[in-house]
């Protein structure tokens, strides 16, 4: 089973000499390194570049860290700072040397970088020779931050990896289209729990990874003493994915329901923690009419639905809450800046005022997805089934209230063919949704 990433090979290959350090980012486990050592690599063979033109280097790897010995015996390959073991870059810029003597141009595919000692004054350093190309990943919690890039003062180029969209983890299966989803709303799409045999090791990963991963590196890299309130946090969280939520309305949920307080100032910490290490994606909203961002409440989802699943012991599997993250994180992989949508309308009521006229009342209608991509807009709206006409009214109606052009979308669970309402909205299956490359 093997799943294709060639939107991502092709974001690497677009990159391909431009003096900047490629990094490949993600949440861990979402295959930064088989993209780097595997895919791209083959791509390079396969193109004509020599096999010794690409030095290939993981620093978590036993045999390649040995491959350091022979190199200023004098020092040790691996020292230790603060607690912390490092290779050596003396030894590594050593070992560059030598194996790039050639008058050519040499790949550098380096691999968990964070491992070796200094790496941001050497990769700086290695960059100011023009005949090298670096691409790195790096998968602890300084490289999973959203910071990393601000390391090498403008000479990084982020290519950001998701986990398998849908249409990726269908590219990897022999399984029809419908069971191959109730897969993915369970499991979501970290490549090595979906390469699992069988249900239970796949939830076994998931819940291995989330503790001792992901909640690992955000407790080390931020010093937290109590496990249990940033998992009760994220767990609020994960119960709350598509509904507008606030660290106020979190510890609101501390005090009713754990009979413990958390302070606002914790609450937003977590979020904010969580996010920089693409666990989790604040989503603000925006007012389409008044053109300008509500800051509070903002909707929460998950890079990945399994992880999510995970931290609720897969005993809460909201199909409409999924279904919606699926789609946003679709959106997100094509390419999108994706905000939650609100237009304010006035509804009539059975109310009169004092001179017998009708009193209309203001309302927010909430537009799940505005998706922008450069000069392209598209609105979305997840609705897992419509089964019936009121159902379908009740999608379309913020759509009335928006005065534009741009692409009006409803997605469904359902298989249905894919058409245009006489409003122009268009209606379409999330099967048809992901394969599509334009809507």
Known sequence: MEFKRDKYLKELVERQGNHLIKIITGIRRSGKSYLLNSIFYNYLINSGVKSNQIIRFAFDSEEDIHRLDEFNPSEQTIIKKRGQEYINSIKFISFITKNTKRKTNYYLLLDEIQLLDRFESVLNSLLRNDKYDIYVTGSNSKFLSTDIITEFSGRGDEIHLLPLSFSEYLSGVDIDEEKAFQEYIYYGGLPLVQLKKNDSQKMSELNNTKTNVYLSDILKRHHIDNENNLMDTLRVIASSVGSPINPTRIENTFNSIFKTKLTNDTISNYIKWAEESFLIKKVLRYDLQGRGYIGSPFKIYFEDVGLKNSLLDFREIDETDIFENIIYNELRYRGYLVDVGVVEVSEKTNRKDKNGKTIYEKKQLEIDFVANRL?????????????????????????????????????????????????GIVLISIYDFIKDKEW
């Open 375 to 423: 000069s392209e807009k598209i609105y979305v709206q997840p609705a897992l089934t419509i089964p019936n006409l009121e159902k379908e009214e009740q999608e379309k109606r913020p759509y009335k209230n928006i005065n534009d052009s741009f692409t009006k979308i409803i997605v469904v669970k359902d298989k249905i063919k894919k058409h245009r309402s006489r409003e």
